[in-house]
C-alpha cells in the first residue's frame, strides 16, 4: 500500500520547521518516528498534503530529571525514555508504562510526545500523563503554551495541537514522596494495543496508610479517565487495605462501549480486576519506597524485561 502524493519537508531547526508549519497550516502532518502516522497514510485514512519530518531536529532528541521530573523531547524515542536510569529513578511509572507499548523494535523509532501527540485513547504514554498530571509543551512561531493534560487530550486520535503548531516537549511530574506506581494491562497479543490497562498511583503517609489512591484507565473511554478511588481506601494500612473496593468503585465509574475487540461487560470486568491488582502493586512500591535509604533506586525487575533494546 501507498500513501496518496504529500510535499516532503525536511528542516534542521526548531525555527524552521516553524516556519514551514505556519506557511502550511491545516494541511501539514509532523512526522516524528512515523510508527502510527505512516501506516495510517498509507491506508489512507489521512491525506495531508505536507509531511513535516522533524527527526533533523537533534535538539529535541533529550530525556532530562530535574528536581521536579523528567522532560522529554519531540525527538526522545521510546526505548530511550524507558531506558533512562534518572528517569526511571524519578518517575517510574514512564518505564512501568512504556514497557507495554508495542515491541522493542517499534520503541526504537516511536517518540514518546508523538505517542501523546497522536492522543490513541488505547496508548499507555496517554495515560501516564494524566496519572501524573503531567504537560505538553506546544511550540508555534512566534510563542509557546503549556498545556495540561486533562486539556491535552480532546477525543480518539484528537488533541488541542492547533494547525501551524508542534509539542515540543512533555513534562512528567515526579510523583509525591511514599508514593508507589504501577501499571497492568491485557492485551489479546503481546505487543497489541490493550482492551484495557490501568496506571495507579498510592500515596502512603509516614504509618504506611493510604492517603490517596488513583487510577486512569484506558481503552475504556475516548480520552484517558483519571478515576480518585481514595474514598474506597482511605486510612488502611497498605498491606490490609480492601483493594478489591477501589476495583468496583473504579468499574462502576467507566462507560466503556463493545467494540470487535471485546464487549463493553468484558472491559468493565478487566478495568476491576486490573484497577484491584493495580492498585495494590502501587502500594507495596509506595511502602517500599518509604523504607528504602535516600539516594537508592527503584527495583531493577524492568531492566530485565525483554532484554536490550538495541
Ligand atoms: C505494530 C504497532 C503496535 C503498536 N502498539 C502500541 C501500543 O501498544 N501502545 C502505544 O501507545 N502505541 C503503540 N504503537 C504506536 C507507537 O507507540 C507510536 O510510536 C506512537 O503512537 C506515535 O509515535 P511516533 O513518533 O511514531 O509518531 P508518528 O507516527 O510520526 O505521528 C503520529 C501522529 O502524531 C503527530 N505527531 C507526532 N509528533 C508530533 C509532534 N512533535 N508535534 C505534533 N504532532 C506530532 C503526527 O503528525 C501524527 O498525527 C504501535 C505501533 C505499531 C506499528
Redesign the pocket.
Given at each position: 500500500m501507498k500513501p496518496p502524493a504529500f510535499q516532503y519537508h525536511a528542516p534542521r531547526s526548531l525555527p524552521e520547521a516553524l516556519e514551514i508549519l505556519n506557511r502550511v497550516g491545516h494541511d501539514?502532518?509532523?512526522?516524528?518516528?512515523?510508527?502510527?502516522?505512516?501506516?495510517?497514510l498509507n491506508m489512507r485514512l489521512?491525506a495531508?498534503g505536507h509531511?513535516?519530518d522533524?527527526n533533523g531536529l537533534s535538539e529535541?532528541s533529550f530525556v532530562r530529571t530535574d528536581v521536579g521530573g523528567v522532560r522529554v523531547g519531540?525527538?526522545a524515542?521510546?526505548s530511550e525514555v524507558e531506558h533512562d536510569g534518572a528517569a526511571h529513578s524519578a518517575v517510574p511509572l514512564l518505564r512501568q508504562g512504556l514497557r507495554?507499548?508495542?515491541?522493542p523494535v517499534?520503541?526504537n523509532?516511536?517518540?514518546?510526545?508523538?505517542?501523546?501527540?497522536?492522543?490513541?485513547p488505547?496508548?499507555?504514554?496517554?495515560a501516564v500523563l494524566t496519572l501524573l498530571d503531567g504537560s505538553v509543551e506546544?511550540a508555534r512561531q512566534g510563542g509557546v503554551r503549556t498545556v495540561g493534560a486533562a486539556e491535552f487530550f480532546v477525543g480518539p486520535?484528537e488533541?488541542c495541537?492547533e494547525p501551524g503548531?508542534?509539542?515540543?516537549s512533555a513534562y512528567f511530574p515526579r510523583p509525591p514522596e511514599r508514593t508507589g506506581t504501577e501499571f497492568v494491562e491485557v492485551?489479546r497479543r503481546h505487543?497489541?494495543?490493550?482492551m484495557c490497562g490501568v496506571a495507579a498511583a498510592v500515596t502512603l503517609d509516614e504509618d504506611l496508610r493510604i492517603v490517596r489512591a488513583r487510577a486512569v484507565c484506558l481503552s475504556v473511554s475516548p480520552v484517558p479517565l483519571p478515576l480518585d478511588l481514595t474514598e474506597a481506601v482511605a486510612g488502611a494500612a497498605f498491606d490490609t487495605a480492601r483493594w478489591d473496593a477501589a476495583g468496583e468503585l473504579a468499574a462502576e465509574r467507566i462507560d466503556p462501549e463493545p467494540d470487535i475487540h471485546a464487549s463493553a461487560d468484558y472491559r468493565r470486568h478487566l478495568a476491576r480486576v486490573l484497577t484491584t491488582r493495580a492498585v495494590r502493586a502501587a502500594a507495596v512500591r509506595g511502602a517500599e519506597s518509604a523504607a528504602r535509604p535516600a539516594g537508592i533506586d527503584d527495583d531493577t525487575s524492568d531492566d530485565q524485561q525483554e532484554g536490550g533494546h538495541r
Open positions: 501539514a502532518k509532523v512526522l516524528a518516528g512515523g510508527q502510527s502516522l505512516i501506516p495510517i489521512a495531508p509531511l513535516v522533524i529535541l519531540a525527538l524515542r521510546h507495554h507499548v508495542a515491541h517499534i520503541r523509532r516511536g517518540t514518546t510526545v508523538g505517542s501523546l501527540a497522536h492522543a490513541d488505547s496508548g499507555e504514554m496517554t506546544l486520535l488533541s495541537v503548531e508542534m509539542a515540543v492485551a505487543g497489541d494495543y490493550a
